[in-house]
């Protein structure tokens, strides 16, 4: 079959089973736009490429399916790198079309152009740059291919215009093969047997799985792990929701602003359980004094995780559902009735807590609230700073692939543009974006979509008039030199809410709170932006601070 | 820090050199040289990186060499169990006078003249690299104008 290339795309994308595309047109992709006009796909028309990027980003993490991402050359291309960057760093498969000049302009500082493999080889899993139309079929099914499997990540593929307009024939190959490129997924026998002997013969071990399980969707075989050893279990930020944090066996997050018990119970473990988890130093700390008194073992799929921050004595290399169901059928429970009733004891006895007031509104009781009235079912997407913190702290997840959040890149503007992704891919849910008032203004100009596909996305924003953890930590470590941090000068959000023809509501009172949740959570037709006037000066504890051990732990506010 | 020799044999195409090169600059590892090449098959290249660093650094590196898509197979040269060749060529400062001396250093080495003219004398030498960082410091004194190597590559023995 002879095809135009802008028509092997989209027959290509019809065969990956592509059911959402984000993306914004331009120039040398019109070809290919003139061609999804009417493709039997939905396509989402962000207002900023970065919109587009990271609302594929949000529908690929709440759907387990690859994110499919349109842009044109030069400034559409570079406005993807921040959203590219950020699905790199916490393997979320895309799959991203870029427009490039014709193959003859190329180098020739055409115009709109910029060389967008070369700008994404460090922040992709892999790219491409089409050369030839008779490679583009097996390009895109090598791109879908390499974006989902292994430790999934951004593919770019990179398409001359005059690939686009010329034709050649198609054929969509049935398989990837790659022979450079065979993931690893089923865990090596002798190693499984190592670490369960290990785990038996454990006095004080503990789980820390991380996003690989959401990843993988090992969710279910972790529980069967915890239900049959009765370990503790703690997360990172990016496995929020991997097991539920209402279990009496959940320690919660760990890390810079985990809990107590959780840092603890690392601290003081004799074995730590590494589960597609990979040693971030947000988790670490100091990694010299991370978790001191433990072997490790660690399972990943990713072998260049493995050894890379802390020596581990059973590397595990495969997906974490395959070796966890492995694991599971001939571990046996270690005796550890001491060490699991002395670490309730210390969950009970340094909660997680904040000083509630009755004249301000803490964030942390808005953030209360919403899991209250969702009855903790709602899906929710942060932005980053204090208000990702606060609800990593204090909304108890319980299910996997409901929390969504830049993590490794720690992008501001993330939250409500992947609040669409996630909405369209789970359109029976309420999706929340629980913001600051400084990320939310990072990609506003995606309210429009929200309104325009009539997704009720409510925008909680914990408004303090400050770029709050930065202040936090210019209040704790820089001498309360607020430098460029206050930004109380701002919009007045209810109207802003009104001028996109969203819902905006005003909360200064305490007692308004929830009223303006059950409020927003009746709208189902427009997004709504809560604006919550809350406590200027609240911080986020505990606090581990950068580069320290578990000893430095700052609990609560040193007056 | 050892020095290792690593062998790469990539998929032969565009942009695979600067992914891998990028690999090392990334991370600050410099690369003391680098050989690129076509081998028996014209869709492969090796690449043959001669880089510095301990154990634990030498693990993440050839960890994230396989972690590239184009790469096809990563392996650590040790020199006992390896051929390793580099060729230099070396212009020196040779008046009439010297060259007796320089003509015998090059017959020593087994290297080659390759190019004279009135003031100076072009020498090619081919081996394992140890024995030309000795000649140069033989020929040094007589006045090195230019002096480039190949970098090194490397086969295993067996």
Redesign the interface.
Known sequence: MILSGAEIIVESLKKEGVEVMFGYPGGVVIPIFHHLFNAPFKFILSRHEQGAVHAADGYARASGKVGVVIATSGPGATNLVTGIATANMDSVPLVIFTGQVSREMIGNDAFQEADITGITRPITKHNYLVQDIKDLARIIKEAFYIASTGRPGPVVVDVPVDISKGEGKYSYPEKADIRSYKPVTKGHPRQIEKACRLIESSKRPVIYAGGGVIISNASAELRSFVKKTEIPITTTLMGLGAFPETDPLSLKMLGMHGTYYANHAVNECDLLIAVGARFDDRVTGKVSEFAPKARVIHIDIDPSSVQKSVRVDVPIVGDCRNVLADINKQVKAPSIKEWVSALKKMKKEHPLGYRDSEITIKPQYVVEKIEELTKGEALVCTEVGQNQMWVAQFYNFTEPRSFFSSGGLGTMGYGFPAAIGVQLARPDMRVFDIAGDGSIQMNIQELIVAVQHRLPIIIAILNNGFLGMVRQWQQLFYDKRYSHTCINIQPDFVKLAEAFGAVGIGVDKKEDVVPAIKKALEITDRPIIIDFRVDREENVYPLIPAGTSVKEMITSELI | MTQHVISVR??NR??VL??VA?LFS?RGYNIDSLAVSETEQPDVSIMTIVVRGDD?VM??VK??L??L????KVTDHHPMESVQREIMLVKLKALPAKRPEIYQLVEIFRAEIVGISPKTITVEATGEPERIDNFIELIRPYGILELIRTGRISLTKD
């Open positions: 990539v998929e565009s942009g600067a992914r990028g990334a634990r693990e993440q960890k994230q396989n972690k898509i184009d790469v096809i």
